[in-house]
Each structure stands twice: as structure tokens, then as C-alpha cells.
């Protein structure tokens, strides 16, 4: 599977940077392919290591939270692997074609 998902720590004020990067530090440890973006982190493995990382990285910001928004996209997509790359260059090989 490939899960997007956003954690915003909520009661901390408006620079939440160093809570989010205790998230991203969690997900970037697990060893699974992972991309960091301005919106969302995105992490590839099996349901239960992708879940345990996200809630692994949730931990993490409400240690140092009293709130959080959690916010979770899924592509479950079993026998699937190296998702992120080909789902990414199959539509750079439409483009190209133009």
C-alpha cells in the first residue's frame, strides 16, 4: 500500500516545523520508501508496517502536542511493490508523448 497522510499539530502555535519533523524523523528511521512534501509525507510497505510507522509518527508530534490532525489517503493495492516510482513515471510517459 501507499498511504499520504498529514499530521498538523494543533496547540503549539503557528510553527509547528519542529513537531512535524519529529513526525518525518519517525517515517524517514522505518527503512520503508517514503517522500516528504510541503502537504504530506508518503510511505510504501505492507498495511501493518505502513499503519505502525503513521501512528509511530502521530506519537511523536503529540509528545510534544496536546492535539493533533491526522489525515490519512490510502492506495491499497496488495502485490503491488515500487508504487511510488511507477505510478509517478507512468504518467511522465504521457507526457513526454506531447
Known amino acids: 500500500m501507499i ?3 498529514s ?3 494543533l496547540g503549539v ?3 509547528v516545523g519542529r513537531a512535524v519533523a519529529e513526525a518525518v524523523r519517525v517515517v524517514r528511521a522505518s527503512g520503508l520508501p517514503n517522500e516528504t512534501t510541503a502537504m504530506y ?3 510504501e510497505g505492507e498495511w ?3 499503519m505502525a510507522v503513521i501512528k509511530r509518527a502521530t506519537d511523536a ?3 510534544v502536542s496536546p492535539r493533533c490532525s491526522l489525515v490519512i ?3 491499497v493495492r496488495p502485490g503491488i511493490t515500487d508504487g511510488m516510482t ?3 513515471a507512468s504518467v511522465e510517459r504521457y507526457l513526454a508523448e506531447e
Open 73 to 75: 489517503k490510502a492506495d
Open 86 to 88: 511507477s505510478k509517478v
Open 41 to 43: 509525507t508518503t510511505v
Open 61 to 63: 508530534v503529540m509528545a
Open 7 to 9: 499530521i498538523t499539530p
Open 3 to 5: 498511504a499520504a497522510f
Open 13 to 15: 502555535g503557528e510553527d
Open 48 to 50: 501493518d508496517e505502513v
